[in-house]
């Protein structure tokens, strides 16, 4: 997991940087145009304009790249985690049975709490992955802003192709989650709270069936428990 938020919060890095360049160019495109001749400024203008789109495409390059090579080992870390959650919260349910005909049962502690720490930490992991894939989400819609500006204001001044480029890159950076790994889901705060609602109602449906062992027991009943 620390592998793959260290990349892609490089990755993120990468594209604030992009999207200051983008907001100093319009800056700069406003500014200028009174202190330097026409001609000079055109050719200027030119130049940082190709610099700004050839910075996108290598940017967005960067970010497939990144998509295929984390892909499978961000899904993995997912499914792993959403298993321990799930799992661990269910376990857990052993801290109620801790006081049993009068005596602490330290097994059932122990063993509860183990459980309870891999559900909590396996909640905390899914959390921070998501979290570096909504922060990745609002560069994007950042530099999505700044193009956009950039298309508004040159509309005029650029060519045919330019204004193509522009056009995909637009497209590009206009992806709610630019993390997906392998195209098979979004990750960012979204996905996470309907990952979360999905957790939360197995956990539900887990913890009905706990708790109808634990009143047959207490009833006299003939389940079988662990300890």
């Not at 938020?5 to 800056?27: E, F, K, M, N, P």
Request: aromatic fraction near 12%.
């Amino acid at each position: 997991m620390a592998f793959v938020q260290y990349l892609v919060g490089c990755l993120r890095i990468h594209v604030d940087d992009y999207a200051s360049h983008v907001g100093d160019y319009l800056t700069e495109s406003r500014t200028r145009c009174a202190e330097i001749s026409i001609i000079g400024g055109s050719k200027n203008k030119k130049d940082r304009l190709g610099r700004i789109l050839d910075a996108g495409f290598w940017l967005s390059n960067l970010s497939e790249q990144a998509n295929v090579t984390l892909g499978r080992l961000t899904l993995t870390i997912l499914f792993v985690n959403v298993v321990l959650s799930s799992c661990g919260v269910y376990l857990s349910t052993s801290l109620f049975n801790v006081r049993r005909d009068g005596q602490f049962r330290i097994v059932n502690f122990l063993y509860g709490s183990s459980d309870a720490f891999v559900g909590v930490y396996g909640i905390y992991v899914l959390y921070k992955l998501h979290k570096v894939g909504q922060e990745l989400a609002d560069a994007y819609r950042r530099v999505r802003r700044g193009l956009q500006l950039v298309a508004i204001e040159e509309a005029d001044a650029m060519s045919p192709r330019e204004s193509q480029q522009l056009a995909f890159l637009l497209e590009h950076y206009s992806s709610e989650s630019p993390l997906q790994p392998l195209n098979a889901c979004n990750i960012n705060y979204a996905s996470g709270a309907s990952l979360a609602g999905l957790i939360f109602t197995y956990i539900i449906v887990l913890l009905q069936f706990k708790m109808g062992e634990l009143s047959a027991y207490g009833n006299g009943g003939d389940v079988k428990t662990p300890f």
